[in-house]
């Protein structure tokens, strides 16, 4: 893996932090083709390494290549002013991923819409928060990103519904919950990509450890169990963008929703409403002279 360098402009909100893992990366930095409100908190992810070359041309004009950009917002909005809000999903394509899915992840307290670019307007407004965080990523293809949803949570009760219709419960100590994002391109067709997305809780357990001269210490274990069941995995052409919000069933407190795209203030919940918009930058490079 090469190198990685983040920057941050501005911080507000809550944190976000990446970490790449395997990824076919782009070496120049690449300046976002469209302009976000100077209030939002910015994360650049510059990568590098080469870039698959294109096939020769028969002529001596230049050589298309290309790089994604994928923005990824993160929203702090009133309780239900997203989740809930019919006007705001009218134009947004719930059935994306097929009837058992949006089902599925309905039930644990997540409502995901897809839309054309065009319509973006419904969401502008909430880009512009003060309390809005985006992250972007360029390359060619990205594995494994962690996204920080809640952190440093001593005590958790967990409750999901599997692909087989069983309620699962678990119990957590000393956890942060997650999501891993990844994007490729989808084979032959640069104007596609795919996304993945899945929540998941990494626990820190404490352990004695006893040494070769039979010192003691602790050891800090780190674990990270992904909730496969509600992984997520959508074709999106580079001219739509997609909406992962809470829904409806996230007022259940254990429920996936409640845990992972709500958060407590002083001032009451605030849902967190994660935005996904994609664009392919192609770059042209000459071809030597003859």
């Given at each position: 893996?090469?190198?990685?360098?983040?920057?941050?402009?501005?911080?507000t909100?809550?944190?976000?932090?990446?970490?790449?893992?395997?990824?076919?990366?782009?070496?120049?930095?690449?300046?976002?083709?469209?302009?976000?409100?100077?209030?939002?908190?910015?994360?650049n992810?510059?990568?590098?390494?080469?870039?698959?070359?294109a096939?020769?041309?028969?002529?001596?004009?230049?050589?298309?290549?290309?790089?994604?950009?994928?923005q990824?917002?993160?929203?702090?909005?009133?309780?239900?002013?997203?989740?809930?809000?019919?006007?705001?999903?009218?134009?947004?394509?719930?059935?994306?991923m097929?009837?058992?899915?949006?089902?599925?992840?309905?039930?644990?307290?997540?409502?995901?819409?897809?839309?054309?670019?065009?319509?973006?307007?419904?969401?502008?407004?909430?880009?512009?928060?003060?309390?809005?965080?985006v992250q972007?990523?360029?390359?060619?293809?990205?594995?494994?990103?962690?996204?920080?949803m809640?952190?440093?949570?001593?005590?958790?009760?967990?409750?999901?519904?599997?692909?087989?219709?069983?309620?699962?419960?678990?119990?957590?100590?000393?956890?942060?919950?997650i999501?891993?994002?990844?994007?490729?391109?989808?084979?032959?067709?640069?104007?596609?990509?795919?996304?993945?997305?899945?929540?998941?809780?990494?626990?820190?357990?404490?352990k004695?450890?006893?040494?070769?001269?039979?010192?003691?210490?602790?050891?800090?274990?780190?674990?990270?169990?992904?909730?496969?069941?509600?992984?997520?995995?959508?074709e999106?052409?580079?001219?739509q963008?997609?909406?992962?919000a809470?829904?409806?069933?996230?007022?259940?407190s254990?429920?996936?929703?409640?845990?992972?795209?709500?958060?407590?203030?002083?001032?009451?919940?605030r849902e967190?409403?994660?935005?996904?918009?994609?664009?392919?930058?192609?770059i042209?490079?000459?071809?030597?002279?003859?």
């Amino acid at each position: 893996m090469n190198g990685l360098a983040i920057s941050t402009l501005k911080c507000t909100g809550f944190a976000f932090v990446a970490v790449l893992a395997g990824c076919d990366l782009l070496a120049p930095r690449v300046d976002s083709s469209r302009e976000v409100a100077s209030s939002i908190t910015t994360l650049n992810i510059e990568m590098s390494a080469p870039i698959p070359a294109a096939p020769a041309p028969a002529d001596p004009k230049a050589t298309p290549r290309f790089v994604y950009q994928l923005q990824v917002f993160q929203l702090a909005v009133p309780q239900r002013s997203i989740s809930d809000n019919s006007d705001f999903w009218k134009s947004l394509d719930e059935q994306a991923m097929g009837f058992e899915v949006h089902s599925l992840l309905g039930k644990n307290g997540i409502r995901l819409g897809v839309a054309p670019k065009s319509d973006m307007q419904r969401v502008e407004p909430f880009l512009s928060d003060a309390d809005a965080t985006v992250q972007r990523m360029v390359g060619t293809a990205a594995q494994n990103v962690r996204m920080e949803m809640r952190t440093n949570i001593d005590q958790q009760t967990l409750f999901w519904i599997n692909r087989a219709g069983e309620q699962i419960g678990r119990d957590f100590e000393k956890v942060d919950n997650i999501v891993f994002l990844s994007f490729r391109q989808m084979p032959r067709n640069p104007d596609k990509v795919r996304i993945s997305f899945a929540p998941a809780v990494r626990s820190r357990i404490q352990k004695f450890q006893v040494g070769p001269r039979g010192g003691e210490r602790i050891v800090e274990v780190v674990n990270e169990q992904t909730l496969f069941d509600l992984g997520i995995d959508v074709e999106l052409n580079v001219n739509q963008y997609m909406v992962i919000a809470p829904s409806t069933i996230s007022d259940v407190s254990m429920s996936v929703g409640r845990q992972f795209l709500m958060k407590e203030t002083p001032s009451g919940l605030r849902e967190r409403v994660i935005v996904i918009v994609p664009s392919v930058i192609r770059i042209a490079e000459d071809s030597p002279s003859p």
